[in-house]
């Protein structure tokens, strides 16, 4: 469905529901006392009555929340959920018009539909009232200060703690999507230049798991039994951990400066060997 068509439906929809909507006769003081009491009852006819009459003052809040990306009729609905909840929790013994009481629970509706549909992650509502005090003591201190305030300088002005208002200014990031291009001279996307550490690479880990085999093989071929013991387990070819001179003297029965010399003369033999290793690892 096109952009047009669908405004077009939204517009035509949002016009019968007005009409219908006022068609619903208002409440006198006198019946509006009557239905709360009932409604607090429990009466459904009475909770029916009260919700319907007060669908105008939905409408009314509702079309100032109205913007580009969000539909009108879906603002009105979330009011309406804010309507039902009033009439769920009014207490009479408050001595106020159900209208003045119902205006608080359609608005923050409205206000925790609004914020979740324009961010593409949404926060909880408390997280969304402190960035919302963020962005204006932010703002107050720009001005103040004539430069941009310090996270620190924020949360003094909001009265919060600096670790509150550290965590929801990360979490407010807008997300970069990875099909966004790098660079406007380069045809080149976040997602094929930036690599998740945390997943394996086939490819990395078949040249990782070659190179240590042809190693190997350039090892038993070159050195002798006692050189390549010492030379793979000093690298980490053996073990996860690099072995001491001590300890592998001691798993070898002999002293640590032993297990030295024999490294020693063991990397000498690699090293009149490099060229001919280096085609093996990286042939």
């Not at 925790?112 to 919302?132: T, W």
């Not at 050195?223 to 010492?230: A, D, S, T, Y």
Request: net charge positive.
């Amino acid at each position: 469905m096109s952009k047009v068509s669908f405004e077009m439906q939204t517009d035509s929809a949002y016009k019968a529901y007005i009409e219908q909507v006022k068609k619903i006769p208002l409440l006198s003081p006198e019946e509006e006392q009557g239905l709360t009491g009932r409604a607090a009852e429990g009466n459904q006819s009475a909770i029916k009555r009260l919700i319907e009459a007060n669908l105008r003052l939905v409408i009314k809040i509702g079309q100032k929340y109205v913007s580009n990306d969000i539909s009108l009729m879906d603002i009105i609905q979330e009011g309406n959920v804010g309507l039902m909840h009033a009439v769920e929790k009014f207490d009479l013994s408050k001595n106020v018009r159900f209208a003045t009481y119902a205006v608080l629970w359609i608005k923050q509706s409205i206000a925790r539909f609004v914020v979740s549909k324009r961010r593409a992650i949404r926060l909880p509502f408390k997280k969304e009232e402190l960035l919302r005090k963020i962005y204006i003591a932010e703002h107050i201190l720009h001005q103040k200060l004539g430069r941009a305030p310090k996270v620190e300088e924020i949360a003094s002005e909001t009265g919060y703690s600096l670790c509150d208002v550290e965590l929801v200014m990360n979490i407010s990031s807008n997300p970069l999507s990875l099909e966004a291009e790098f660079s406007e001279n380069e045809n080149c996307s976040f997602a094929e230049i930036c690599e998740d550490s945390r997943q394996c690479n086939p490819e990395r880990e078949f040249i990782m798991h070659s190179s240590r085999n042809e190693t190997r093989r350039f090892l038993k071929r070159y050195l002798n039994f006692r050189e390549r013991n010492v030379i793979l387990h000093r690298f980490r070819f053996v073990e996860s951990d690099v072995y001491t001179f001590k300890k592998l003297g001691d798993v070898m029965g002999i002293s640590a400066e032993a297990v030295r010399q024999i490294e020693k003369r063991a990397l000498n033999k690699i090293r009149t060997k490099s060229d001919e290793l280096l085609s093996c690892v990286y042939a």
